[in-house]
C-alpha cells in the first residue's frame, strides 16, 4: 500500500487559487492568521462538517471552554462532541424563519 496525500492537496488547492487576494494580508501576521483559517476550513471538509456551523459554534465556546481542553474544539474532535448540537447565533433564527415564510 502505497502513502499518498493526494486528497490533503486537493482539499488545500484553493488556497493557491487566491493568490492574488493573499497578497494584501497587511501583515506576516495577518497572513499566518489567513493559514490558520484556511487549513480549519480544510479540515472541516475533510471530515463533512459545515464551516459555518464549526465557527460559529467554535467562537461562542471558545471563551468559556477550559484552556486545557482545547483540542476538543479541532474540528475532529468537536465533530464527536459538539456537532450534534452546536451552538447557534441569533442570525441562525432568523434565516429559518425567512425560509419558513418562503421569502
Not at 492537496?9 to 497587511?26: C, D, H, Q, T, Y
Not at 489567513?34 to 480549519?40: A, C, E, N, R, Y
Request: net charge positive.
Amino acid at each position: 500500500m502505497s502513502i499518498d496525500t493526494n486528497h490533503l492537496e486537493r482539499a488545500l488547492r484553493v488556497i493557491p487559487m487566491g493568490k492574488k487576494n493573499w497578497l494584501f494580508s497587511w501583515t506576516e501576521l495577518g497572513a499566518k492568521h489567513i493559514g490558520i483559517v484556511q487549513s480549519l476550513l480544510a479540515t472541516c471538509r475533510l471530515h463533512d462538517i459545515n464551516p459555518y456551523d464549526y465557527f460559529v459554534d467554535v467562537l461562542q465556546r471558545v471563551g468559556q471552554h477550559p484552556a486545557s481542553l482545547v483540542h476538543q474544539l479541532t474540528p475532529r474532535i468537536w465533530k464527536q462532541m459538539f456537532a450534534a448540537n452546536p451552538l447557534r447565533s441569533d442570525l441562525h433564527d432568523l434565516g429559518a424563519r425567512r425560509t419558513d415564510a418562503g421569502c
